[in-house]
């Protein structure tokens, strides 16, 4: 506490902000304000609202927009429906209007393969070790959860177009996007590096214009990218966590400002849906269409925005033999339920209702206590391999998007990111830190897979 006190003091201490300026797209003004307040060249600072002012392309000798400290907080908090008065660059190249995975290989993870290997070479047990080994040649998405790893996207990136061209492929390069500042406002095991308190937003904007600049450069490489985990989830069950609604405008902004880049550049994006055990209650569904479909619009219906991901880091099957006993209550007791219930609501207000869905650790069921154990369920199996055949012409893939091994978050009640969810009877103990390798938990993914490895 008292080393963030003294930066914020320091802050206030250096005019650095004078010089500053907001890139194209950035906020430049608006009451309340404090940040940069004059635009790149190329670009002028338009006032939407009030309480918001941009960075558009237009005049190189921008106006500054004053900031002012309104008395009271504004009824309407700066929001993205002022951006349907912005006409965005048209992206290169047109969206495929079939499944983008088709005709695509795959890129590999290599930071997971080098995981898995590392992983595989700790284990005595021979059979267990050839299992092991078998899962670095099954695709998994690729998180960027802070802003240093973005450089790292370039490095995948240029691989993938070099052995394209090598074997005459066309490969797909799959990412998470989450970095979202006051990320998982709703727990505390995966927080984030920005704070909305700390120019968080736009430090995102910082980070989400990063990834476009590396994926701008290699146009022959097919971006498909998941969208925020847990966030626009929370804005529908949530609100009632201070930390949630203090965060829903940010992360109503961040999101549609990373819709509208990333489209820029054609990636392929589904915002993620959480699963069926959270907004698979018949009364979170409608609430949940209209959300996804309002971010859509006040994004300009992005061509690049295909559908939804569910499921992602959590156990549900896609299709369940029978209904756990802990989705009692609950007729959409899988994904394949919650998604054929959740489809035609998107479709019906404009929202491209096509889906992914993670069976990553979904191999085996029936093991929480509740259904909302998210964080190291224990005897949980790898599930169904990646493929476009899923049996469900809402379905475009299913797909491994939580790397298996990587830990929820610590059971290790004295850690600062320590969530009660990491210390209950159906997680799997002890556990290191959220993200760090889990071997223990890495070698029960490789014995317990179904189908097995």
Known sequence: MFKYSALLA???????????????WGQCGGNGWSGPTTCVSGSTCVKQNDWYSQCLPGSSNPTPTPSTTPTSQPPNPPSSTSSSTITDPTPSGTPTTGNPYTGHEIYLSPYYAAEVDTAAAAI??????????????????????????????????????????????????QIVVYDLPDRDCAAKASNGEFAIANDGENKYKDYIAKLVTEIKKYPDVRVIAVIEPDSLANMITNMNVAKCSGAAEVYKRATIYALKELNKVGVYMYLDAGHAGWLGWQANLAPAAQLYAQIYKDAGSPQFVRGLATNVANYNALRA?????????????????????????????????????????????????????????????????????????????????????????????SAPRYDSMCGKESAHKPAPEAGQWFQAYFENLVKFANPAL
């Open 321 to 413: 033999s029978s209904p756990d006993p802990v989705t009692q209550g609950n007729a959409n007791y899988d994904e394949i339920h919650y998604i054929e219930a959740l489809a035609p609501l998107l479709s019906s207000q404009g929202f491209p209702a096509k889906f992914l869905v993670d069976q990553g650790r979904s191999g085996v069921q029936n093991i929480r206590n509740e259904w909302g154990d998210w964080c190291n369920v224990r005897n949980a199996g790898f599930g169904a391999r990646p493929t476009t055949n899923t049996g469900s012409s809402h379905i475009d893939s299913i797909v491994w998007i939580k790397p298996g091994g990587e830990c929820d978050g610590t059971s290790d009640s």
């Open 124 to 173: 005595s047990d021979s059979s267990l070790k050839a299992k092991a080994l078998k899962v670095k040649e099954i695709p998994t998405f690729i998180w960027f959860d802070i802003v240093a790893k973005t450089p790292d996207l370039g490095t995948y990136l240029k691989d993938a177009s070099e052995k394209g061209k090598r074997e005459n492929k066309k490969y797909i390069v």
């Open 10 to 24: 320091l802050v206030t201490l250096v005019p650095a902000l004078a010089n500053a300026q907001s890139q194209v």
